[in-house]
């Protein structure tokens, strides 16, 4: 089954605390996309990746970094995570203008 | 810049009752366009899209057609459903080749028996 898969679905931590969110897609997309949804923000992006070792910054990078070492996994890293990082988080890939296949998301809650 | 405009919510409707959630969007060249749905604790899903101009996008029984005179891409159903129940986001790819969406804020739909 084509699918975005994302780990954990729920995680609890502590400020300050480096964490990872994994991401895996197994339909050879090129182009893969991390978003944190908020109440009354919507959707917004924190970064996105073109291909293998080509990422860029979208709207709200700032406190979260990436990787794109093979082509189906796309990690978000935290390294010193904050209480304004509890979010629900969600990575997508896509081949192009066909639209995006997202992930079932991760709630994180940083306390 | 690129941007999407949808409606604010919750709009809430008995079972079959008409639906149109209104999108407009500002974009530099001829962008894709596209509504997601997101059922409560879920990601979100490709619905329809729209390629160009005056295309429909059609799945499920929802409806949208791609309007450049009006930079609009309203979702509509004619009749929903309890299962209907949940939030749409209308969105546009980036021109330029990145193919990377801008979402709008998303509309809530709450459908009552």
């Known amino acids: 089954e084509a699918q975005v898969t994302q780990n954990p679905r729920y995680l609890i931590t502590v400020t300050g605390k480096k964490l990872t969110v994994t991401c895996s897609q197994n339909?050879?997309?090129?182009?893969m996309s991390w978003y944190r949804q908020d109440p009354g923000l919507g959707l917004r992006q924190i970064y996105y990746?073109?291909?293998?070792?080509?990422?860029d910054k979208g709207d709200v990078p700032e406190g979260y970094k990436v990787s794109r070492k093979e082509k189906r996994n796309f990690p978000l890293i935290l390294e010193s995570p904050s209480p304004n990082q509890t979010s629900l988080y969600f990575c997508?890939?896509?081949?192009?203008?066909?639209?995006?296949?997202f992930g079932s998301g991760t709630r994180l809650t940083v306390v | 810049g690129n941007s999407v405009t949808q409606m604010e919510g919750p709009v809430t409707l008995s079972e079959e009752a008409f639906l149109t959630i209104n999108c407009t969007y500002t974009?530099?060249?001829?962008?894709?366009l596209f509504w997601y749905v997101q059922y409560p604790g879920e990601g979100l899903q490709l619905l329809l899209k729209a390629t160009k101009a005056d295309d429909k996008g059609s799945n499920k029984g929802f409806e949208a057609t791609y309007r450049k005179e009006t930079t609009s891409f309203h979702l509509e159903k004619g009749s929903v459903q309890v299962s209907d129940s949940a939030v749409y986001f209308c969105a546009l790819s980036r021109t330029g080749g990145s193919y990377i969406p801008t979402f709008g804020r998303g509309t809530s739909l709450i459908v009552h028996p």
């Open positions: 997508a890939s896509s081949q192009g203008q066909g639209g995006y296949t």
């Open positions: 339909m050879n997309h090129e182009y």
């Open positions: 990746s073109m291909n293998v070792e080509v990422t």
């Open positions: 974009a530099t060249g001829y962008p894709s």
